[in-house]
């Protein structure tokens, strides 16, 4: 047995039971972090914020919302960044890692960038500008520059910034970002890139052009907002082929959702797709962190986006771990 597979036995004996948490266990790993999105929102309710301050559980926190493009430049070189502060200073006095979340999204977008009518050069430049001053002001911090770039089908979203500028807004954004924070850890991030398919596919070829053309790229981040018993086969070997192409990789956004209601079963197998999930993050070394995309069903974004279902994360609507939350410790370490 490698030698490392010792670590978790150790932690337990260091750990009464029970202590063994996400956190922890991540960093047992050899993981860089465990953490949750969050929003600005949900930081009046005060036995959530205690939690989400629990860094034994979470040493990482994203902004879920605000620091995005309509939060940050709500109008054209008007640069908004209060929101995005109070999470950044959160994670800051709980000594938490804080992940950027996003310079470049088709969702979330100001009206004046969509229907600005602008031609190439000129969103191009406001692309760079939008980059340049969101990663300047949280530098240090790793973001998600390019979000969501593709179809299902693995062609090019036709996005504004894809129908103005073609794959040419990426490369800005990313250069702009490298250049505002040299040490800023640059992710493209997409939804339903967890298993091998077109969509992989696509992202692994425009990571491997852009880094043939030296355009800086350092990560993938696949968000796996996932289904209960659909969690894919091939998670654990995409995560591999993605590090293979030279970049690390992150899941960024994981929840797992299912048919509301909630019954044990359906639990019971959400614990093993938890699991599932964090293993194959554990099993890939350039896997360097897995976030969720926020920690109770209480705040959820699922259920108001998909209609009758719901139960995504590993904390119940009352604050209450479920048995995903013992899947993740078991992810860690199995
Ligand atoms: O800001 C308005 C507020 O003024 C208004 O009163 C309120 C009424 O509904 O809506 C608020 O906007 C909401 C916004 O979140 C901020 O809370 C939007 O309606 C709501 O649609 C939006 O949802 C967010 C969603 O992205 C937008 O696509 C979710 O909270 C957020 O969790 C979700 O996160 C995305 C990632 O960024 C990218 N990957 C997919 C993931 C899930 O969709």
């Known amino acids: ?5 010792f670590i978790p036995i150790l932690l337990l004996a260091i750990f009464p039971k029970g202590y063994c948490q996400l956190a922890q266990l ?25 939690q989400l301050g629990n860094t034994a559980d979470f040493h990482q926190i994203t902004a879920g919302n605000s620091m995005k493009w309509d939060a940050t430049e709500p ?70 520059t390019i979000l969501e770039p593709f179809n299902d089908d693995g062609t090019f979203r036709q996005s504004v910034f894809f129908t103005t500028t073609g794959t040419a807004y990426i490369s ?16 493209i991030n997409d939804f339903n890139i967890e298993g091998t398919g077109a969509k992989s596919t696509a992202m692994a070829n425009l990571v491997r052009s852009l880094k043939s053309q030296g355009v800086p790229i350092d990560g ?8 209960v018993g659909e969690v894919p086969s091939t998670l654990q070997q995409n995560l591999q082929n993605f590090v293979n192409l030279g970049v690390e990789v992150a899941i960024t956004e994981l929840d797992i959702r299912m048919t509301l209601p909630s019954t044990q079963a359906l639990l019971t197998q959400q614990q093993q797709d938890y699991q599932t999930v964090i293993h194959a993050c554990k099993a890939v070394s350039g896997c360097v962190g897995v976030t969720i995309w926020d920690w109770t069903d209480k705040y959820s974004w699922v259920p108001g986006t998909f209609s009758g279902q719901g139960a995504a994360c590993p904390w119940d609507q009352n604050l209450v ?14």
């Open 321 to 334: 771990k479920k048995p995903a939350y013992q899947g993740i410790v078991n992810g860690w370490m199995q």
């Open 26 to 50: 991540a960093t047992a790993a050899g993981k860089l972090y465990f953490g949750t999105a969050t929003d600005n929102p949900e930081l009046t309710d005060s036995p959530y914020v205690t």
């Open 75 to 144: 109008s054209r070189g008007t640069f908004t960044f209060t929101a995005g502060d109070t999470i950044a200073n959160l994670a800051l006095s709980h000594g938490q890692i804080l992940r950027g979340h996003n310079c470049v999204w088709h969702n979330q977008l100001p009206s004046w960038v969509t229907s600005g009518n602008f031609n190439n050069a000129t969103l191009l430049s406001i692309v760079q500008t939008h980059c340049s001053t969101l990663v300047s002001h949280y530098k240090g911090k790793i973001p998600d």
């Open 220 to 227: 993938i981040g696949v968000q796996a907002h996932l289904i």
């Open 1 to 5: 047995m490698h030698a490392k597979n």
């Open 172 to 187: 800005a954004a990313l250069r702009a970002a490298r250049a505002a924070d040299p040490a800023a850890k640059l992710y």
